[in-house]
């Protein structure tokens, strides 16, 4: 209809129109807001209709993705820097981790400390925590250890509950590492009703999300604090990226695998003790991701490490 309008409003200028066919200025101008307000009908819709159906599907799509997650070891490198009320650096630390598996969990072994390998009582202090470790492990029980799992991959992020808890909208598209993202805010409602824990501690937040529109999975996640929580104060922000590897080609034919990571993790707060005031940014990378090569099978009554490839019988 808005495509009629302004035809018939062309066709009655026509007559104004002088040599040369130039336009007059008030034709330009009704063209560009015909434009506008066409766009500004499609963003509505996509923002009303179409989030909903997205954020619904990146959710499906990360429950999948979260099994392929756990078959990865990789190293992390942790920093950590602290500033006085005057600015002046306080604290610089950093620290490499290798995430491999123990007993068939995941286990964070730390291997340096402000980038020199630990050696001395540090070494004897890690050895003695891998040592427990494993032997915690192997005296879990199947029970245990689906437990584990399962509070391992708890969210307490808006991410959790973005379709029940969230006001959500469309904002733009972005393009990341050559892929077209659908970038969502999401701020909590004013009468949200968590259901637990998790979902109260949700609500703390707002969230920007960045979604691949062909994997329909998180690629970038941006959130920050609205209240105080314990030390540290009202404003806290973190970063998460994703990275996204794919299977090399399998020799049967079968399709390539796609898994998405967790790449960097940035985080800038301000931490309140007493009279003292500190900020800070602590960011870890992860790399050197390599699949885990047996698949943990939790049975009823007993754990199996099935060879990758092989069926279980």
Not at 51 to 68: F, P, T
Not at 150 to 176: A, K
Request: proline residues 4%; positive net charge; glycine residues 8%.
């Amino acid at each position: 209809m808005r495509t009629n309008i302004c035809s018939k409003a062309e066709r009655r200028g026509d007559k104004g129109r002088s040599g040369g066919g130039a336009r007059r200025p008030w034709r330009v101008w009704l063209a560009l807001a015909c434009m506008f307000a066409m766009a500004c009908a499609a963003a509505a819709q996509e923002t009303g209709g179409d989030v909903a159906a997205q954020l619904q599907r990146m959710q499906s799509s990360v429950q999948k993705n979260g099994k392929l997650q756990q078959q990865f070891t990789s190293d992390e490198i942790w920093h950590n820097v602290n500033y006085g009320k005057n600015g002046k650096k306080t604290v610089d630390e950093s620290a490499k981790y290798e995430n491999v598996f123990v007993e068939g969990l995941p286990y964070r072994k730390k291997v340096e400390s402000n980038g020199k390998p630990l050696n001395g009582k540090a070494a004897e202090k890690e050895e003695k925590r891998y040592e427990k470790a494993v032997e915690e492990r192997r005296g879990m029980s199947i029970a245990q250890k689906r437990h584990w799992w399962r509070m391992g991959f708890t969210y307490s992020l808006p991410i959790c509950c973005l379709t029940t808890l969230f006001d959500n909208r469309i904002v733009r598209h972005e393009t990341i590492g050559g892929r077209d993202t659908i970038v969502v805010e999401s701020t909590p409602k004013p009468d949200a009703k968590p259901a637990n824990d998790a979902e109260k501690s949700s609500l703390n937040w707002k969230e920007t999300t960045w979604i691949d529109t062909a994997d329909a999975m998180p690629t970038r996640i941006e959130v920050e604090s609205l209240t105080d929580a314990g030390h540290f104060a009202k404003g806290m922000t973190t970063r998460i990226d994703f990275t996204r590897l794919v299977d090399s080609p399998l020799p049967d034919g079968q399709p390539q695998q796609t898994v998405w990571l967790q790449q960097s993790v940035v985080s800038k707060f301000h931490f309140k003790l007493m009279w003292m005031g500190v900020s800070g940014e602590t960011d870890q990378t992860w790399s050197n991701f390599k699949r885990f090569h047996v698949d943990l099978r939790l049975l009823e009554d007993s754990v199996e490490e099935v060879p990758q490839g092989q069926t279980q019988p």
